[in-house]
């Protein structure tokens, strides 16, 4: 296996009476990864990467609706669930993540030799597969993006933009519902658009945010001071800085590529991360006035995240591409949660 990609035995993963993955431990570009693993080696291969302050477990309550023949990997990236708490180098935007997965991909036991898998990214995953995509556009089969952040970004301020009760409440553990701004809550009003989609998986999604690092080198990062408003830019390090529109901008590379794989952008109407009305946006609540000294429009407009990927994704399709967008009526961030059913035949379509 070389000296950069080795696969361990896995381990059996059950929920309720079905068998739904295996967990592989695999080390590959001398980082120790974790992966939850189903179906045999040589069947259709889907890679599935999950967002920000999540793991691979969070596509667990997608598992259930799709085919068991299909080959699935779901890692963990680094800092997140079960994998090494490596440090993510901002000024590189999401490639020490695309890069992570790029090595699995030559990792003999993840998937058949030589074949390109369809990529599934949700949220910062889809931003990660598209970083992915342009990097190595003859690796990918299919790309399909879940509420993914904008090909030009996220957001203003990078790390200094990150509510600090919510980093606090994170780096606690804290499973409790007594703050707004403790995880279980973030899960329930950012994460879908009605918590009783969470259903009996609560437990387990909340377990999936409360695996993220918290640190200047991983979650949200470093934040650097500046003379302009918010007062904060992006850092040198961490995940926040590494999304960042001075650090995440694949947009005309998107476009410029010459193998162009057909994407698939589902979405829900209902996200209140991923919109156009972001509340996660600095500029969008300081137009609200939330966020107080919002210099305006002209000096710090908000970001038409969906508006933005529409825009790009088009230009994909008259440069010789295909996309299709999906929107999911009343639904939040998570469609593969609040959806499955419909997300899975999305996906299968995808895959063909």
Known sequence: MGPHATARPAE??????????????????????????RGPLDGPPVLLVHGNCSSGAFWEPLLRHLPPSWRIIAPDLRGYGHTQTAPVDATRGLRDFSDDLLALLDTPGVFAPGVRPNVVGHSMGGGIAMRLLVDAPDRVAALVLESPLSPYGFGVGGAGAANPDFVAALAAGDRTPDAPTSPRNVLRACYVADPASLGDDEEALLSTVLSTAVGQDNYPGDAMPTDGWPGVGPGKSGVLNAMDPSRHNVADELVALGTKPPITWIRGDADVIVSDTSQFDLAYLGKLGIVPGWPGEQVCPPQPMVTQTRQVLTRYAQAGGRFEELVFAGTGHSPHIERPAEFAAALAAAVG
Do not use: K, S
């Open 12 to 37: 059996p993963r059950h929920h309720g009476r079905m068998e739904v993955t295996t967990r592989m431990r695999v080390t590959a570009r001398g980082i120790d990864q974790n992966l939850l693993a």
